[in-house]
């Protein structure tokens, strides 16, 4: 079945740790993307990539870096993390023509840095 | 610019009620519109989108919005509310930046619907 998977879904984890949150999907889609979304609060893009070995930042700037090496998979990591860097992340794919495609959504990895 | 407003962070309807959440959206160019579901400690869902072939959009769970011009506006509605609508609901626009197509999301609607 075509569905986009993240992993861990929830991860608490202290200050200076490094961090990857793991996004895949298999709905043969070559647009990802990264979100982060804090309680009540609206979705941020902070990263995207139309296709391997593309990557750009998004509009909110964040310390996390990603990398597109297969079509598939789209990590997020953090090398140093701190509290600031507590919130929810979403991972989305999309293809299609450009401004009609819909954006297909993971279930999030909610992260807790102490 | 593209952007988004929803009015009303939080909106509560008895079961059975009528459903309606706002949204509002600027933009300099023609609009697509999508609205998007949350539940609890899960991802976003499309309910539904706009894309200019018809301005009232029906989508899934009995869910429709109607794309109004003239009044810069997308509300999202639903005759008759259910206890499994409770869920927190985005309304997002897609426009193109440097060749790339983005989502500008609201705030976010927190729907509760009571006995």
């Known amino acids: 079945e075509a569905d986009i998977y993240q992993t861990p879904r929830y991860l608490v984890i202290g200050t200076g740790k490094k961090i990857t949150l793991e996004c895949s999907q298999t709905?043969?889609?070559?647009?990802m993307y990264w979100y982060q979304q804090d309680p009540g609060m609206e979705l941020h893009l902070i990263h995207y990539?139309?296709?391997?070995?593309?990557?750009e930042k998004g509009d909110l700037s964040s310390e996390s870096t990603v990398s597109r090496i297969r079509t598939e998979h789209f990590p997020l990591t953090l090398e140093s993390a701190r509290p600031s860097h507590t919130s929810q992340y979403l991972c989305?794919?999309?293809?299609?023509?450009?401004?009609?495609?819909?954006?297909?959504f993971g279930p999030g990895t909610r992260l807790l840095v102490l | 610019a593209q952007s988004v407003t929803q009015l009303g962070s939080h909106v509560s309807v008895s079961e059975g009620a009528l459903v309606l959440l706002r949204c509002n959206y600027s933009?300099?160019?023609?609009?697509?519109l999508f609205w998007y579901v949350q539940y609890p400690n899960q991802g976003l869902q499309l309910l539904l989108k706009?894309?200019?072939?018809?301005?009232l959009v029906k989508g899934i769970n009995g869910f429709e919005a109607e794309f109004k011009k003239s009044e810069t506006s997308f509300h999202l509605t639903k005759p008759s509310a259910h206890m499994s609508d409770a869920a927190e609901y985005f309304c997002?626009?897609?426009?193109?930046?440097?060749?790339?197509?983005?989502?500008?999301f609201g705030a976010g609607t927190r729907l509760a619907v009571h006995p």
């Open positions: 989305a794919s999309s293809g299609g023509h450009m401004t009609q495609e819909t954006q297909y």
């Open positions: 709905m043969g889609h070559d647009k």
């Open positions: 990539s139309y296709g391997v070995n593309s990557t």
């Open positions: 933009s300099s160019v023609p609009p697509y």
């Open positions: 706009y894309t200019s072939a018809a301005t």
């Open positions: 997002a626009v897609s426009y193109i930046s440097g060749g790339y197509n983005k989502l500008i």
